[in-house]
T-cell receptor, first 116, second 116 residues
Framework: GAGVSQSPSNKVTEKGKDVELRCDPI?????LYWYRQSLGQGLEFLIY????????KSGLPSDRFSAERTGGSVSTLTIQRTQQEDSAVYLC??????????????FGSGTQLSVL | AQKITQTQPGMFVQEKEAVTLDCTYD???????LFWYKQPSSGEMIFLIYQGSYDEQNATEGRYSLNFQKARKSANLVISASQLGDSAMYFCAMRGRPGTASKLTFGTGTRLQVTL
């Protein structure tokens, strides 16, 4: 596609339920990133995929959070047993290779997650 | 570890005036890149400008310029001739040398309001 696509754009769930957030990166981009942005805050890194390398999971806040990237393209971020503090905008980004210092990230429009 | 500090939670500027948004950083890498992104109320993240640590000239992109002072570890964004459409959140970010964690580390942002 022309840009990074995320779905759903909005998700309302009940505390304790599992949710899946989807990201479709720019075609040909091998690097994919997930960030979380709480209301009025900066971007918190969650996880990074680069090609076939093992993902950098250093930002995942707990073992309730996981992500996978199938076929080197689409990624799914899964949050199990959601808590109210998980409410945030989840942003996905991609870049061409993830190997160059000057590579800019292209962001999707985000998924607004609300946990009631 | 890399750290970005943006000390101005909010800034006001009159239309057609110039404004400087502050950013300081901390890293042990000798080679790194600095980025500025704009986030309007719509939520999308828009890349503005990039500065490499070895670039001899300060980066410029239209009305945006980056005042890079390496010894002070600062990378301030200057917006000239402010327009109402410049009202948004502005984030400073950095990436270390290739081979280290390729994610961008973001600051907490500055909310800019352009007034008539």
């Amino acid at each position: 596609g022309a840009g990074v696509s995320q779905s759903p754009s909005n998700k309302v769930t009940e505390k304790g339920k599992d949710v899946e957030l989807r990201c479709d990166p720019i075609s040909g981009h091998t690097a994919l990133y997930w960030y979380r942005q709480s209301l009025g805050q900066g971007l918190e890194f969650l996880i990074y995929f680069q090609g076939n390398s093992a993902p950098d999971k250093s930002g995942l806040p707990s073992d309730r959070f996981s992500a996978e990237r199938t076929g080197g393209s689409v990624s799914t971020l899964t949050i199990q047993r959601t808590q109210q503090e998980d409410s945030a905008v989840y942003l996905c980004a991609s870049s061409s290779t993830g190997k160059e210092t000057n590579e800019k990230l292209f962001f999707g429009s985000g998924t607004q997650l609300s946990v009631l | 570890a890399q750290k970005i500090t943006q000390t101005q939670p909010g800034m006001f500027v009159q239309e057609k005036e110039a404004v400087t948004l502050d950013c300081t950083y901390d890293t042990s890498d000798q080679s790194y890149g600095l980025f500025w992104y704009k986030q309007p109320s719509s939520g999308e993240m828009i890349f503005l400008i990039y500065q490499g640590s070895y670039d001899e000239q300060n980066a410029t992109e239209g009305r945006y310029s980056l005042n890079f002072q390496k010894a002070r570890k600062s990378a301030n964004l200057v917006i000239s001739a402010s327009q109402l459409g410049d009202s948004a959140m502005y984030f400073c970010a950095m990436r270390g040398r290739p081979g280290t964690a390729s994610k961008l580390t973001f600051g907490t942002g500055t909310r800019l309001q352009v007034t008539l």
